[in-house]
């Protein structure tokens, strides 16, 4: 055998796996064509989060007024909000190319398919191995919308790229990347209409989560409709068209541009995996619990596996299938839901960690629930941010935490707080002997605790 384990694909899933895997000792090549670097660096978390830096500072900028403070005319310029980002990403992008040029791999530039259970090609060259780990991520889903091709739009990677504001712009899906980017369009100054499919954008939330976010994107003068269906699009006098069917009505809107935020889709064309017994799955790649494929010998890991597309799930999988390809026949490392944590990077922010009501209810889980508004907590009406609220579950018979969810400033911080409490296992009696700090957005978390060990006694 060449190596003791080929990862495919040098993403955040296929990096962390070969580090893993090298750490331990294992002759280790990574294949990916490029361009290096993956998605949450190229064209995912990083630029997103940077050019939201400049929409949420703007946003700031119109609400002068409200803290006594005069700016005149603040403006984005989207072309330099562009040229910010592209120099950030440079830096974090080279980092990464060093990582993956570190001599202590096989870095082989090109596209990789599979020959058999233990052999792949890339650039016309045949590399065997005892394990392999598949990491080639996700595309843009292709969603049968009634003339969507023929419309043309834009996609994520497209916006990133995109130095001319649109004075207009319809986007179809309120998923993260909607939500994010629409909010980001519609702060720089450029009219947007969202539309989406569900009752409530973010469709995989609890729907009270969603609520206060889509109040807030109305405020700010966005065009929000959820609740849609029949969705068409077409081209009409030059502007790209939105037809639909909402409230029992027929809707058109009308924009200079559209972006296809649809949602995604595992990355599997051109891996040849019939070759290697791999088989897919009603998400991606199917895998079990320790990222293990149809076949013993291959994993799949990050957003090919269409689990839970998100970075740090992503680098877990990578270090998890790295474990369990070298010690094939021993305790097996294994994924767990408990800790699933989620954050949606609007204004007011999203953050989740464990599980929703809506999980609950599914499962038949027993669970206690309490909320607690921020527009009624000190620090956030200081700081003028009193959209959302926080949501705590806990088992009823001992007040163990189950899930935690935030609607509102700072969430993707405060999630974290949360997380450390349920790491540990645990309950809001623990949390209500935590000390806060006072006057800080931290303390709220306290008040829907206090409210839960009230309802258990
Ligand atoms: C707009 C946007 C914003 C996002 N924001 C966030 C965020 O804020 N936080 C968060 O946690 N997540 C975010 N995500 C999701 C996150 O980026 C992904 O979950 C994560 O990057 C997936 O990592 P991966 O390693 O699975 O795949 P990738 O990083 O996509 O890596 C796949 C690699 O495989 C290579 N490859 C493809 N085909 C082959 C082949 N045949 N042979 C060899 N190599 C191949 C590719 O070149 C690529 O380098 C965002 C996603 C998008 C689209
Ligand atoms: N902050 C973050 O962590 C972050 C940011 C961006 C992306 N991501 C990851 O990337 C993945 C992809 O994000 P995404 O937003 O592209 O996908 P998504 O699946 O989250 O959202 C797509 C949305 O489009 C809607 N939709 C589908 N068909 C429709 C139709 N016919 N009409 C109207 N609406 C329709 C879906 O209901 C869904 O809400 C996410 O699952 C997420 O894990 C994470």
Request: proline share 4%; aromatic share 6%.
């Amino acid at each position: 055998m060449d190596y003791d384990v080929i990862v495919i694909g040098g993403g955040s899933a296929g990096y962390a796996a070969a580090d893993t895997a090298q750490r331990a000792g294992a002759q280790v090549a990574i294949v990916d064509p490029g361009p290096l670097g993956g998605l949450c660096i190229l064209r995912g978390c990083m630029p997103t989060k940077t050019i939201l830096r400049s929409s949420d500072i703007l946003a700031l900028m119109h609400r002068a007024p409200e803290f006594g403070l005069a700016v005149d005319n603040p403006r984005a310029d989207l072309a330099a909000i562009i040229e910010r980002k592209d120099r950030l990403i440079a830096e974090f992008t080279n980092y990464r190319v060093e990582q993956l040029k570190n001599p202590r791999f096989t870095l082989i530039e090109d596209a990789a398919h599979f020959v058999s259970a233990n052999a792949i090609e890339a650039g016309g060259k045949r590399y065997s191995a005892r394990a392999f780990v598949i990491a080639t991520g996700s595309v843009i889903a292709d969603v049968p919308i009634p003339g969507l091709d023929a419309t043309g739009f834009l996609t994520s990677d497209d916006t990133l790229e995109l130095r001319q504001q649109p004075d207009s712009m319809i986007v179809l899906g309120a998923g993260f990347v909607g939500v994010e980017l629409a909010q980001f369009y519609q702060r720089i100054g450029t009219q947007v209409t969202l539309v989406q499919r569900s009752g409530h954008i973010l469709s995989s939330h609890d729907e009270d989560l969603a609520r206060p976010l889509e109040a807030r994107l109305r405020e700010e003068g966005m065009t929000v409709y959820t609740g849609t269906r029949d969705l068409k699009v077409s081209v009409q006098d030059g502007k790209r068209c939105a037809h639909f069917i909402h409230e029992g009505k027929e809707i058109t809107v009308a924009a200079a541009t559209l972006l296809n935020a649809l949602g995604r889709t595992p990355n599997v064309a051109g891996l040849n995996l019939d070759a290697a017994g791999v088989k897919l799955g009603k998400w991606g790649i199917a895998v079990d619990d320790t990222l293990r494929t149809s076949k013993h010998n291959i994993f799949a890991v990050g957003d090919v596996t269409g689990l839970f597309e998100v970075v740090h799930i992503a680098i877990q999988h990578g270090e998890i299938a790295a474990y369990n390809a070298l010690h094939p026949d021993g305790a097996q490392q294994r994924c767990e839901e408990r800790l699933k944590t989620s954050v949606v990077f609007s204004d007011p922010a999203v953050a989740s960690v464990g599980y929703s009501e809506k999980e609950c209810r599914q499962n038949n889980w027993p669970y206690l629930a309490a909320s607690y508004p921020f527009d009624d907590h000190g620090k956030s009406l200081c700081l003028g941010e009193t959209h959302g609220h926080v949501k705590l579950l806990c088992r009823p018979d001992d007040g163990t935490l189950i899930g935690a969810h935030i609607t509102g400033p700072e969430a993707g911080e405060l999630i974290h707080h949360l997380i450390a409490v349920m790491y540990y296992h645990g309950t809001v009696y623990d949390l209500l002997k935590m000390p806060f700090y006072h006057p800080t957005l931290s303390e709220i978390l306290t008040y829907p605790a206090e409210e839960l060990a009230a309802k258990i006694g």
